[in-house]
T-cell receptor, first 117, second 112 residues
Framework: ETGVTQSPTHLIKTRGQQVTLRCSSQ?????VSWYQQALGQGPQFIFQ???????GRGNFPPRFSGLQFPNYSSELNVNALELDDSALYLC????????????????FGPGTRLTVL | DQQVKQNSPSLSVQEGRISILNCDYT??????FLWYKKYPAEGPTFLIS?????DKNEDGRFTVFLNKSAKHLSLHIVPSQPGDSAVYFC???????????FGGGTRLMVKP
């Protein structure tokens, strides 16, 4: 069984640039969620994708967008980067309650550390 | 506003003793609670969970207690081991099932 993988591991960008982060789901999982973890804080929910559509969104502006592909892998795109976007970005995969799972037990990847200068 | 709070940023415990990590929540719609452990340079790893219809769930050295009336849960680790040293996050979910709300984390240090 393959776990959740994320790429790249680290990334440095400058203000105003755009970034794409990638995530491969754990085998058998059909749902991907993205979280932002700022230094010293808990992860904050960005959004979730199920069946290639957004299935819930946290309090993040529209410049945070995502995609889910037919193989359930996912991308997180952030446009017009700001200094406060510097954080660890975590991807989590799960089996959706909509597909019969009891609860959305999520399995996390190692994260991508984004630094915005 | 923080719907899930872990008021102790850090906890230090002697090896072999009990570790108790606490978590409070405000949203009464939460009905499923989870604890995650996180080592540096790794993603959070699921540890144990509890449904709101229970008040206790046990898995080996780990026990989670839920007090719904107080909106409080705790994680007990007995006996604590040096390998348990990590950051512990509690998280909550409602039955819509599409997001976890995390607390800020507690760094546990277990001293040999």
């Amino acid at each position: 069984e393959t776990g959740v993988t994320q790429s790249p591991t680290h990334l440095i960008k400058t203000r105003g640039q755009q970034v794409t982060l990638r995530c491969s789901s754990q085998s058998g999982h059909n749902t991907v969620s993205w979280y932002q973890q700022a230094l010293g804080q808990g992860p904050q929910f960005i959004f979730q994708y199920y069946r290639e559509e957004e299935n819930g969104r946290g309090n993040f502006p529209p410049r945070f967008s995502g995609l889910q592909f037919p193989n359930y892998s996912s991308e997180l795109n952030v446009n017009a980067l700001e200094l406060d976007d510097s954080a660890l970005y975590l991807c989590a995969s799960s089996l959706s309650p909509l597909a019969g799972a009891s609860y959305n037990e999520q399995f996390f990847g190692p994260g991508t550390r984004l630094t915005v200068l | 506003d923080q719907q899930v709070k872990q008021n102790s940023p850090s906890l230090s415990v002697q090896e072999g003793r009990i570790s108790i990590l606490n978590c409070d929540y405000t949203n009464s719609m939460f009905d499923y609670f989870l604890w995650y452990k996180k080592y540096p340079a790794e993603g959070p790893t699921f540890l144990i969970s509890i449904s709101s219809i229970k008040d206790k769930n046990e898995d080996g050295r780990f026990t989670v207690f839920l007090n719904k009336s107080a909106k409080h849960l705790s994680l007990h680790i007995v006996p604590s081991q040096p390998g348990d040293s990590a950051v512990y996050f509690c998280a909550a979910e409602n039955n819509a099932g599409n997001m976890l709300t995390f607390g800020g984390g507690t760094r546990l240090m277990v001293k040999p």
